[in-house]
């Protein structure tokens, strides 16, 4: 039997996504949508959330201007990509996000999808700790031509400074709504990354960031265009 709530979510999602309004828009509906439909389950969330802000999550990931590290990592049909790989035409736009189970991460690559055309030639990839059958699952929802690459365990997510270990309290309510993180990820531990963006240089370095502990916000979709306008014009 299908979780009442989960149901609920997905629809939201959807029509969200049919909405012509910026990400932040979308992102916002589902998040009223889940206070809505369960008032404990968003208490629990901010206080997760607060949690993580106290501590200055993410604050200490790679910042603009930084080398971003390298990595090697399979796409959804298992050919390996590397960063190298990515800058050898132009910028790359890497896309963190926590997997297909969460409706803001649909939501967010969905609406990357959307952008992928004007993005292009650059690189986009995005990056998540699932298993191949879950990116290959979250990236054809998402309507995408772009890789989605497995960071299997987190580990580059983890060097990055942009993982957080998940509570019990949080990590028994997204069992108890049916997702099962381990499996998903092909661990047993309870660890993610923290949503972001980094656009980043042919020379390696990080053109722009956007990280935040708070996973009902993303980088808006404008502002990952406006960035890659600009390094078009200084190219001019």
Known sequence: ?????????????????????????????????VRDLSPV??????????????????????????VMPSFMLPDQDGRMVT??????NGPAVLVFHRGHWCPYCRLNM???????????????????PERQQYTRMMRSDAGAGFPFLSDVGSGYALSLNLAIWVDDAMAQLIAGAGKDIP????TK????????????????????????PDYRRRMELA????????????AA
Do not use: C
């Not at 959330?49 to 106290?54: I, N």
């Not at 660890?191 to 935040?212: C, E, L, N, W, Y």
């Open 110 to 128: 969905a609406g990357v999808a959307e952008i992928e055309a004007r993005v292009a030639p650059r690189a986009l990839v995005a990056i998540s």
């Open 41 to 66: 389950y968003a208490d629990a969330v901010d206080v997760f959330v607060g949690r993580l802000e106290s501590v200055d999550a993410g604050t200490s990931a790679p910042q603009v201007g930084d």
């Open 83 to 88: 960063l190298d790989g990515l800058l050898r």
């Open 183 to 186: 499996e998903y990820q092909g």
């Open 223 to 234: 502002d990952i265009l406006s960035v890659l306008e600009r390094l078009d014009s200084k």
């Open 189 to 212: 531990g309870w660890i993610m990354p923290i949503p972001a963006v980094f656009v980043v240089g042919t020379d390696s370095r990080i053109i722009a960031r956007h990280v935040d």
């Open 1 to 33: 039997m299908s979780n009442p709530l989960i149901a609920a979510l997905d629809d939201a999602v959807v029509e969200a996504r049919s909405r012509d309004i910026p990400l932040g828009a979308r992102l916002r509906f589902v998040a009223d949508r």
